[in-house]
């Protein structure tokens, strides 16, 4: 497992470094740790196969919320979690799916905690896979490239990062079986994956640059499924 660390505090990195290898010892992990002080470096030398970036808040140059934003670009999988002095700031976390916050100054017993919380996170993206059978064969996709799923009689179109996947399916089941992964119905029409929610306005939802109708008779538990869920995110 690689875990990046971005903060412009030498001392700060050294603790955490010293904590990942406390933890490595108390619970048999081999977690290999890459530190940058500069994050304009990091974004440079960026490759998707961290699992895990701890990412300062407050940084010169580029903050944290800043970097992040950048990272989700590249990068929708990875597990971002936010180090910060100052607990408001982790209002933000939710706009980058960020899992979690680690407040500073860092105690270890609340860092393991963290990392744990952050390491179910890695384990569900690795976990998170689905198979569905299209016309020109059968196809597997990560649950976290799913923007959304929307319904056409008797057919389901997957919309993700790699494109639209046709297949038939009925989407009560489909939505019983996306629940655990934090998807919500909108509408009739819609099945929408709450991590690439960028705004709601009005009956409106804006999904991964996508406006989608939010109807009346799903607005309700659609709303409160959202906060939950960012709720969840942030605590």
Known sequence: MKIAIVDDEKKATDLIEKYIDQFNMEYHFEIQTYVFHNPQDFLEKYTKDYDL????????????????????????????????????????????????????????????????????????????????????????????????????????????????????GVMKETEEQFFKYHFARCSHGYLVNLKYV????????????????ISRSKKNEFMDQFARYIGGMQG
Not at 88 to 95: D, N
Not at 198 to 213: C, H, I
């Open 198 to 213: 960028q705004s709601v306005t009005g009956n409106n939802v804006k999904v991964a640059g996508r406006e989608l109708v």
């Open 53 to 168: 970036v701890f990412l300062d808040v407050e940084m010169p140059g580029l903050n944290g919320i800043e970097i992040a934003k950048e990272l989700r670009r590249v990068d929708g999988n990875v597990v971002i979690m936010f180090i910060t002095n100052m607990a408001q700031y982790a209002i933000h976390g939710y706009e980058v799916e960020a899992v979690d916050y680690v407040l500073k100054p860092l105690s270890y017993a609340d860092f393991a905690m963290k990392l744990q919380k952050a390491l179910r996170y890695v384990a569900r993206n690795e976990d998170a896979n689905v198979k569905i059978s299209t016309k020109d064969g059968v196809v597997h996709l990560a649950v976290s490239d799913i923007y959304y799923i929307e319904v056409i009689r008797h057919y389901l179109i997957y919309h993700t990062a790699r494109g639209d996947y046709m297949a038939r």
